[in-house]
C-alpha cells in the first residue's frame, strides 16, 4: 500500500510540476535557452535549425524575442537532439522545465564529485556540502540564469568519473557523450581519457559507450533532417567564433595586444599536453588529470563565456574535500577556504558593476593557482608522512 501510494505522490508531483504554475520571474532561464529551443524547435520540424530567418520568425513567435536578430547557438546539433522533449511544451513551461533540469544537474554532479573524489568515510558523509557549494559558486548562477547547456559538460565529467572509479566504463564513456554539446571545454580532458584507457588499460568499453552515444544522437538528428551536417557546418562557418572577444587567456590577448593568434594556442598546448601524459603515464591519476586538464582547457580554449566556467566545480570541490579531509594544517585549510570564497566574492562584486565579460578572464586563472598550489602542498605534506612512517 505504501509503495503504491509513494508511487502516485510522484507521479501527481511530476504532474504539478510539467503543468502547475511557474513560480520563477519571466526572464529567469530564458537567455540563451532561447535559440537553444527554437533550434530544437525547427529541428523537431525537419526544418534547417541553421537558417537565422528562420531561426528569427521561431523565437519572435515562441519566446517573445522583440529584436530583429536572431540568436543563434553554434553547438554540435547533438544537443539539440537531447533538447527535443522539451520543444512538446510551450518555450515558457520549457525554460521552467530546464530550469529544474538544470538544479537537478548541478545538484546531481556536485553529490557524484564528492563521493567519487572523498577517500574518508567521514568526508564522504558531509556530501550535502557539495550541491551548496556548487549552486553557490557564481557561474553556476549566471549558467542558471541564461538557461546554459554547460551543465551537461559538468554532468557528462561527474558522471564518468562516478562510474570510472566504479569500474563501470561502458556508462562512463556514455556520459562523455553530454560533454560534447560544448567540446572546446574539454578539448584536453577528452584525449587524455581516452588516451589512459586504451594505452595504458587497453580497455575500449568507455569508447564503445561513447560512440553507441554519439551514434544514437546522430541517428535521431539525421532522421529528423538527413542535411544537419551542412546545416551545421553553414552555421559555424558564418558565426565567426573566433572573431569574438571572450573571457579566455587567448581573448584577453586578443583584446589588449591585438595576438588574435593566441586564440589558436591550443593547437600546441593539446601536443604539449599529450607529451606529458606520456612522460608519467605509468604513474598518473586519471581523477587529477581530468581536473587538471579541464582547468587548462577553460584557460586556453579558443573561445568561451564566464558561466563556462560552472564546470570548474570539479577541482574547485577537489579542494573543499582536501580541506574537509585534515590534508592541511588548520591555518592552510583556511587560507585556501578563504582564498576560494575571496575569488568567487570578487567575481559577484565584478558582475554586480558589469564590467565587461571579457574582463572575468582572470577567474578560471585563479582558481587554477589555488588549484595547483592546494594540489602540490598535498603531495608534499603526504610524502614527509610517508618519510615519517619510514623512519
Not at 502516485?8 to 510540476?17: N, Q, R, T
Not at 538544479?103 to 568526508?123: C, P
Not at 572546446?184 to 588499460?201: A, D, G, Q, S
Amino acid at each position: 500500500m505504501i509503495k503504491y501510494l509513494s508511487a502516485g505522490i510522484l507521479i501527481a508531483l511530476f504532474l504539478f510540476v510539467l503543468w502547475g504554475p511557474i513560480p520563477v520571474p519571466p526572464s529567469m532561464g530564458r537567455g540563451d535557452f532561447r535559440a537553444y529551443w527554437s533550434a530544437a524547435k525547427l529541428l523537431a520540424q525537419s526544418e534547417d535549425f541553421a537558417d537565422a530567418n528562420l531561426l528569427l520568425q521561431t523565437e519572435q513567435e515562441h519566446t517573445q524575442w522583440q529584436e530583429e536578430w536572431a540568436v543563434i547557438t553554434w553547438n554540435p546539433p547533438w544537443l539539440l537532439a537531447l533538447l527535443l522533449p522539451y520543444t512538446l511544451v510551450s518555450f515558457e513551461r520549457a525554460t521552467w522545465l530546464w530550469l529544474l533540469t538544470n538544479i537537478t544537474m548541478v545538484f546531481t554532479g556536485s553529490v557524484l564529485v564528492w563521493r567519487t573524489l572523498a577517500n574518508q568515510a567521514d568526508s564522504r558523509r558531509r556530501s550535502h556540502l557539495a550541491p551548496i557549494i556548487g549552486l553557490l559558486f557564481l557561474p553556476t548562477m549566471i549558467a542558471l540564469l541564461m538557461g546554459q547547456v554547460n551543465t551537461l559538460v559538468f554532468m557528462g565529467l561527474a558522471g564518468f568519473l562516478f562510474f570510472f572509479n566504479r569500474e563501470q566504463l561502458f556508462v562512463a564513456g556514455l556520459c562523455l557523450v553530454l560533454t560534447l554539446v560544448k567540446p572546446h571545454l574539454v578539448y584536453l580532458t577528452l584525449p587524455v581519457i581516452f588516451l589512459h584507457l586504451l594505452w595504458m588499460r587497453r580497455d575500449y568499453r568507455a569508447l564503445s559507450g561513447l560512440i553507441v552515444g554519439i551514434v544514437a544522437l546522430t541517428a535521431a538528428v539525421f532522421v529528423l533532417r538527413p542535411s544537419f551536417i551542412a546545416d551545421y557546418t553553414q552555421t559555424v562557418s558564418e558565426g565567426s567564433l573566433l572573431a569574438w572577444e571572450t573571457p579566455t587567456l587567448g581573448g584577453i590577448l586578443g583584446a589588449s595586444f591585438g595576438w588574435q593568434w593566441a586564440k589558436l594556442m591550443g593547437i600546441v598546448i593539446l601536443p604539449l599536453t599529450i607529451w606529458f601524459w606520456w612522460r608519467n603515464r605509468e604513474q598518473i591519476d586519471l581523477n587529477i588529470w581530468v581536473q587538471g586538464t579541464v582547468l587548462i582547457s577553460v584557460i586556453t580554449a579558443p573561445f568561451g563565456w564566464g558561466y563556462d566556467v560552472i564546470v570548474l566545480l570539479l577541482p574547485l570541490l577537489q579542494i573543499v574535500i582536501w580541506i574537509a579531509e585534515g590534508r592541511y594544517s588548520r591555518l592552510e585549510a583556511a587560507g585556501w577556504a578563504v582564498s576560494l570564497i575571496g575569488i568567487n566574492l570578487a567575481a559577484v562584486y565584478q558582475r554586480t558593476f558589469d564590467i565587461s565579460e571579457v574582463q572575468t578572464y582572470w577567474l578560471p586563472i585563479a582558481l587554477a593557482v589555488v588549484y595547483f598550489l592546494a594540489y602540490y602542498r598535498r603531495r608534499r605534506v603526504e610524502a614527509k608522512g610517508d618519510k615519517h612512517f619510514q623512519r
